[in-house]
């Protein structure tokens, strides 16, 4: 696609229940972010994949957080057992490889509320 | 580790006033900076960029110069619009444990009045 899908838009689920969160990344695109926005605050960095390399997961919050990437493409961010803390929107962005001046271009992000 | 700090908001401005935010970062080795901007409803996108010291990222009025000697890359703007109401996230680029990393500031909302 043109630009960097996200699905779903928004995801309303009771606490306690797991979401699955979905990015499709731009065609070529090697590296992938996942970041979290709370409500009026800042990007909190999750997880990047950087092509074939071990991610580095250095900003999950919890283990109730992880994502998973095939290859250089589709990515899925899993949260089990969801907190009403988890209400964000999150966040993913795909750039190209290894050039330290490459912009990352953001999807629309996914809405989820925790009930 | 690598990190950005920037100024707190909101920032309050009457249109056509002058603009500074301000971002410093902290970076091992010699990052790129970015200015990327949230407007209401909108995605995050890329305003400017600059790969190296004393480089000035420009673009819609909007000037960053990257200094290394202050490692800072403050925002600035001559004139602001009510269509410049956004928030504002200074970022940086770094290769750290063979990674290139995207690193955000925590986000400064400007808030332009007529």
């Known amino acids: 696609g043109a630009g960097v899908s996200q699905s779903p838009s928004n995801k309303v689920t009771e606490k306690g229940k797991d979401v699955e969160l979905r990015c499709d990344p731009i065609s070529g695109h090697t590296a992938l972010y996942w970041y979290r926005q709370r409500l009026g605050q800042g990007l909190e960095f999750l997880i990047y994949f950087q092509g074939n390399s071990a991610p580095d997961k250095s900003g999950l919050p919890s283990d109730r957080f992880s994502a998973e990437r095939t290859g250089e493409s589709v990515s899925t961010l899993t949260i089990q057992r969801t907190q009403q803390e988890d209400s964000a929107v999150y966040l993913c962005a795909s750039s190209k490889q290894g050039a330290l001046n490459t912009e990352a271009f953001f999807g629309q992000g996914t809405r989820l509320t925790v009930v | 580790g690598d990190s950005v700090t920037q100024m707190e908001g909101p920032v309050t401005l009457s249109e056509e006033a002058f603009l500074t935010i301000n971002c410093t970062y902290t970076?091992?080795?010699?990052?790129?900076l970015f200015w990327y901007v949230q407007y209401p409803g909108e995605g995050l996108q890329l305003l400017l960029k600059?790969?190296?010291?004393?480089d000035k990222g420009s673009n819609k009025g909007f000037e960053a110069t990257y200094r290394k000697e202050t490692t800072s890359f403050h925002l600035e703007k001559g004139s602001v619009q009510v269509s410049d109401s956004a928030v504002y996230f200074c970022?940086?680029?770094?290769?750290?444990?063979?990674?290139?990393?995207?690193?955000f500031g925590a986000g400064t909302r400007l808030a332009v009045h007529p």
């Open positions: 600059a790969t190296k010291a004393d």
């Open positions: 970076a091992t080795g010699y990052p790129s």
């Open positions: 970022a940086l680029i770094s290769s750290w444990g063979g990674y290139n990393k995207l690193i």
